[in-house]
């Protein structure tokens, strides 16, 4: 690969691509040439990177010539129809959809988790979904050094993992809201101001939705431990901005919480806020914008034995998304 590499952004005017330009930008990143792909409707706009004006361009089968690192973040079918011509014209994809998450092939890549497998690909690397990665931040060293076993879990996710017509969407109701109006929910089956949606994507056949199954596959593959056993609720909660996520782990090793302190501490990409009694713990308020994940309300579980429970927020745009990919293109180098 040339240095500094060509880059591609595939959905560069979404929430995800106009971010990873902000991160792109923030961590100095090695851009030789930059070329930012869309949608047709998206076609022709520009956008500003490190003083410099770029057109934005209509994705199409012959856009990756000279590519080195295309980041896509436009959606499964996108990523379907597009990536083999990427990765056919030598570029190496870096992705943020579902689309091949759970392909034997394809490494699904948290660089402070397991960082090795990016270098194992063979011209896909897959980003894991917002809630997993978040969660996987503090998980992950826990099992390290105490060997998980089973994980039980409820999430808190914010209204900018949809897209930005979800952002919209809560405003407009707040608003609406504040005058007595009554404005008809479009992108979530029910209002989402002052509103709890425990449901995110579609059901299946085992009444867990497709979020929700995601997150035990993908903590299995991305920790290498296939017997982990997993249960999640995903809920859609009136928050802007960052995911967050209470966890409950078992362990097979002794754990307490002065040893999952001092694990997260040495983690990177994690901060501790643990004081409740002064009122610092964890808030997506405070995670938003931020690159590490923050965890804390640690406490023994009551129900389980050898087993302990948190709570985590992170930025689902940056580590659960664009910042994500640029680690992972920064492994690349």
């Known amino acids: 690969m040339k240095h500094p ?16 330009l902000r991160v792109l930008e923030r961590r100095n990143f090695p851009v030789g040439n930059l070329t930012l792909l869309a949608s047709p409707r998206s076609a022709g706009k520009t956008l500003e990177f490190r003083g410099n004006t770029y057109p934005v361009k209509t994705l199409a089968i012959d856009a990756f010539t000279g590519v080195d690192i295309a980041l896509f ?51 896909l690397i897959a980003n894991p979904n917002c809630t997993t990665a978040v969660s996987l931040m503090a998980i992950a060293p826990l099992h390290r050094a105490f060997g998980v076993k089973t994980i039980v879990a409820s999430s808190y996710q914010a209204v900018s993992g949809t897209g930005a017509r979800a952002i919209t969407e809560l405003e407009d109701q707040v608003k609406a809201w504040q005058t007595g109006a009554h404005i008809a929910p479009e992108i979530y089956p029910h209002p989402i101001a002052f509103n709890l949606i425990p449901r995110i994507d579609a059901m299946a056949d085992n009444g867990y939705t497709k979020e929700e199954m995601k997150f035990q596959n993908e903590t299995r593959k991305i920790l290498e431990a296939p017997g982990i056993r997993a249960s999640i609720t995903c809920v859609r909660v009136p928050v802007f901005r960052a995911h967050s996520v209470a966890c ?44 590490d994940c923050l965890v804390g309300r640690a406490r023994m579980d009551l129900a389980l034995e050898n087993a302990i429970t948190f709570w985590i927020s992170g930025d689902q745009l940056l580590k659960g998304a664009a910042l994500n990919a640029v680690q992972i293109a920064e492994l690349l180098l």
């Open 5 to 20: 590499p060509h880059l591609a952004i595939v959905g560069a005017t979404g929430a995800v691509g106009m971010e990873i």
């Open 248 to 291: 409950t782990v078992q362990c097979e090793r002794p754990v307490t919480v002065a040893s999952a302190r001092e694990v997260w501490a040495g983690a990177a990409g994690l901060q501790v806020r643990d004081e409740p009694a002064s009122d610092q713990y964890p808030m997506p308020l405070h995670a938003a914008g931020m690159d």
């Open 73 to 123: 973040s436009a959606g499964a079918s996108i990523t379907r129809e597009f990536a083999p011509a990427a990765i056919a014209s030598g570029s190496i994809v870096v992705d943020n959809s579902s689309a091949h998450r759970m392909d034997a092939a394809v490494p699904l890549v948290i660089p402070e988790v397991n960082a090795a497998a990016a270098l194992t690909h063979h011209g």
